[in-house]
């Protein structure tokens, strides 16, 4: 399960005392916090936690700097499948949502790094390193060869150059690129998942519609 369980969640409480608010976000780990009233099923918003970080440690420092700066909740029903919430959460452009009941009642929340590594952690379990999604597209271990890749999509990528997929997209880039970026790559569009150590480790060829 991605969701951070109800119980579970980090959240500001409006109706606490302003000093033992400031005190919260010093040591808060996370970067946005949803922001309610007594409990989280009256979210009002949530914080980007960097928005109000320059002003915790001052003297002035009020509830206000807080609604001000909330962004609107974003709520996702429950049941909702992994690959489903990831294509709500990039068709709305959200990074963090609460997962509600048929009630409203918050049951959990679940973040874009949640969801991400959540496909990324099925798909290294499941195998293989190619696997067609529901939708048309592709999730795809950068490591495999372009040849193989081909093979299983019957597509016509370059073959003379770099010799797997991770080395045609930093070929195509001249970088390594950002988890979230797409790229139109000889024709396909390409989102990257997952790159670490100066390397692509997943990404997502999405249907050209």
Same mark, same amino acid.
């Given at each position: 399960?991605?969701?951070?369980?109800?119980?579970?969640?980090? =959240? /500001?409480?409006?109706?606490?005392?302003?000093?033992?608010?400031?005190?919260?976000?010093?040591?808060?780990?996370?970067?946005?916090?949803?922001?309610?009233?007594?409990?989280?099923?009256? +979210?009002? $918003?949530?914080?980007?936690?960097? !928005?109000?970080?320059?002003?915790?440690? &001052?003297?002035?420092?009020?509830?206000?700097?807080?609604t001000e700066n909330l962004?609107?909740?974003?709520?996702?029903?429950?049941?909702?499948?992994?690959?489903?919430?990831?294509? /709500?959460?990039?068709?709305?452009?959200?990074?963090?949502?609460?997962?509600?009941?048929?009630? $409203?009642?918050?049951?959990?929340? +679940?973040?874009?790094?949640?969801?991400?590594?959540? /496909?990324? =952690? &099925?798909?290294?379990?499941? &195998?293989?390193? /190619?696997?067609?999604?529901?939708? =048309? !597209?592709?999730?795809?271990?950068?490591? #495999?060869?372009? %040849?193989?890749?081909?093979?299983?999509?019957?597509?016509?990528?370059?073959?003379? =150059?770099?010799?797997?997929?991770? $080395?045609?997209?930093? &070929?195509?880039?001249?970088?390594?690129?950002?988890? $979230? #970026?797409?790229?139109?790559?000889?024709?396909?569009?390409?989102?990257?998942?997952?790159?670490?150590?100066?390397? #692509? %480790?997943?990404?997502?060829?999405?249907?050209?519609?």
């Amino acid at each position: 399960d991605v969701m951070t369980q109800r119980n579970d969640i980090v =959240g /500001i409480d409006l109706e606490d005392d302003i000093e033992d608010i400031a005190e919260q976000l010093r040591h808060n780990p996370h970067t946005r916090l949803p922001v309610y009233k007594k409990h989280i099923d009256r +979210v009002i $918003g949530f914080l980007h936690i960097r !928005s109000v970080l320059s002003s915790i440690n &001052e003297p002035s420092f009020h509830k206000q700097f807080i609604t001000e700066n909330l962004i609107k909740p974003f709520f996702i029903p429950a049941n909702t499948s992994i690959h489903k919430q990831m294509q /709500i959460f990039k068709a709305e452009k959200q990074r963090i949502g609460l997962v509600v009941d048929e009630y $409203g009642d918050v049951q959990g929340l +679940v973040t874009l790094d949640d969801l991400l590594q959540a /496909i990324v =952690g &099925e798909l290294i379990a499941e &195998e293989p390193d /190619i696997k067609k999604q529901s939708d =048309g !597209s592709y999730l795809v271990d950068a490591s #495999v060869t372009v %040849r193989e890749l081909n093979r299983v999509t019957h597509w016509d990528l370059p073959t003379e =150059g770099p010799k797997t997929l991770n $080395g045609l997209i930093i &070929e195509y880039m001249e970088t390594i690129p950002d988890p $979230g #970026v797409s790229i139109k790559l000889h024709g396909h569009v390409v989102e990257i998942i997952q790159c670490d150590d100066n390397t #692509v %480790r997943m990404v997502c060829f999405h249907p050209d519609h």
